[in-house]
């Protein structure tokens, strides 16, 4: 057996891992700790940005009393790749006049998956696939 150097006590552990049984917990707490911290800068930053009439809007009872209903209704499959269903798209924005009118009409609406839902909005993509798909 290889032994190594843990990085943070510096006690001898099995080669290849960095750290000893002891110390792994401790790094693992403090790695996810630092990345909670990472998410919740990074929500808040996005949060800062949106416009406080639609925040209001997707927190409403309203609105999670009908989007809960329309993903039971189509049994969380996605309408668009036949996957599992954790989001209602509105077909027509609701930042246009037009959405807006309609954003509690059940034909505006669409159950989709995470992928699809971003696709319908061209996030998290390359530039050559939003061209690809424009």
């Not at 996005?46 to 309203?62: A, C, E, G, I, L």
């Not at 609105?63 to 269903?85: F, V």
């Not at 246009?96 to 992928?115: H, I, M, Q, S, Y």
Request: with cysteine; aromatic share 8%.
């Amino acid at each position: 057996m290889i032994l190594k150097l843990c990085n943070k006590c510096g006690k001898p552990c099995a080669y290849p891992a960095k750290y000893c049984d002891v110390c792994l917990p401790d790094v693992l707490a403090a790695r996810e700790a630092r990345e909670a911290e990472t998410k919740a800068r990074a929500d808040k930053a996005y949060n800062s940005r949106r416009d406080p009439k639609y925040v209001r809007f997707y927190r409403s009872k309203p609105w999670r009393m009908l989007s809960a209903r329309y993903m039971q209704d189509h049994a969380w499959t996605c309408e668009r790749c036949g996957g599992l269903a954790v989001e209602v798209h509105h077909m027509q924005p609701i930042q246009t006049p037009e959405g807006w009118e309609r954003r509690f009409d059940v034909t505006n609406l669409k159950a989709v998956c995470v992928d699809c839902h971003n696709k319908e909005h061209n996030r998290f993509q390359s530039k050559a696939k939003r061209s690809q798909r424009l």
